[in-house]
């Protein structure tokens, strides 16, 4: 996977499921006049004021405003985004189209990668087409391939890049992602385990700086070392609502790795490195069970819960066997 395809993939992954909640929440207004139940005769009769009768809200004329804005909007920004990917990154030679199977590179992270941000993606295209007007059914199945559609076409590029190719089992990652998000809505008409991301600096970086990033923005996207995906898993949602349990509060499995510089194991060697991988235990904050009739907080929550927070963990690898971190990230 190219560097900037690294870049462009995980811009997508966070501003998609941002701008879905900025679309998505309705006016409280709105949301109150769906919720409140039409007054009966008997209570029209008693009262000496005429009750009013519950608003209707209009779809129609709302899908009709904001649906034509959201597609035009995503198709010029993303087919911009495309062209300029064609044009300024790959300007270098051109092979025929061909496949190259990275599957035993970096120990598969760069897989987790490819699922964390079609998974979002497609969260976050759901939600747009719902704020947009579209029915629940139809804008989940036609939002959650998105992420699938986004990712996708960037496999066409790598394919006709000598230096690359094509790559099955990204693909394959992608359309996990999405299929990951449809599964839930339709189990559970809600999602209820959250793949994460959290990263920090490591020192393998400095050795291969042109492949692991030389900045801290480039280190995010393309040093694997510092990255870890997690699956949390919000437990409130399987207990009864009197349950003690703190809903805000979630466990949490992770997957990482370290001392991966090259993914050939003799040049690995040559530094003194093995590459292994890492397995973690450990608590999240579910920062969408956290009460708050702030707008803004609720939007902020909703982008910021595709980041792991900082917590105590609990690590397993081969190398060091169990390995208790004060607080990990």
Not at 52 to 62: C, I, M
Not at 156 to 170: E, L, Q, R, V
């Amino acid at each position: 996977m190219t560097s900037i395809f690294r870049f462009f993939a995980a811009a997508g992954r966070w501003l998609l499921p941002a701008a879905g909640l900025v679309l998505a929440a309705p006016p409280s207004s709105q949301a109150q006049a769906i919720e409140t139940p039409p007054p009966t005769a008997a209570a029209q009769a008693q009262s000496p004021i005429p009750l009013p009768l519950r608003p209707v809200p209009d779809s129609a004329a709302g899908l009709s405003r904001r649906l034509p804005v959201l597609a035009g909007g995503l198709a010029v920004t993303y087919s911009g985004l495309l062209y300029g990917l064609d044009q300024g990154w790959y300007t270098g030679e051109r092979s025929r189209f061909h496949w190259f199977n990275d599957l035993g590179e970096w120990k598969q992270l760069d897989k987790a990668g490819h699922f964390w941000g079609a998974f979002h993606e497609s969260r976050g295209a759901v939600d747009m087409l719902r704020w947009a007007g579209v029915p629940a059914r139809r804008a989940l199945w036609y939002g959650g391939l998105v992420g699938f559609v986004l990712q996708s076409p960037i496999e066409y590029f790598d394919g006709h890049d000598p230096a690359y190719g094509a790559s099955a089992t990204d693909l394959a990652a992608n359309f996990l992602g999405s299929a990951g998000l449809i599964a839930q809505q339709l189990a559970w008409n809600e999602v209820r385990l959250m793949p994460k991301y959290s990263f920090h600096t490591t020192r393998y970086a400095k050795l291969r700086p042109n492949v692991l990033g030389r900045t801290l923005a480039e280190q995010h996207l393309k040093d694997y070392n510092g990255q870890t995906y997690w699956l949390c898993a919000d437990l409130a949602a399987w207990l009864r609502p009197e349950s003690r349990w703190p809903k805000w509060l979630q466990p949490a499995v992770g997957y990482g790795a370290q001392q991966m510089v090259f993914n050939d194991p003799d040049a690995n060697a040559a530094l003194g490195l093995r590459a292994y991988r890492q397995y973690y235990l450990t608590f999240d904050v579910n920062l969408m069970r956290i009460p708050t009739r702030s707008k803004l907080l609720k939007r902020v929550f909703y982008v910021a819960s595709i980041f792991h927070l900082p917590a105590p963990a609990l690590e397993y690898n081969s190398r060091n066997g169990l390995v208790l971190h004060g607080l990990y990230y």
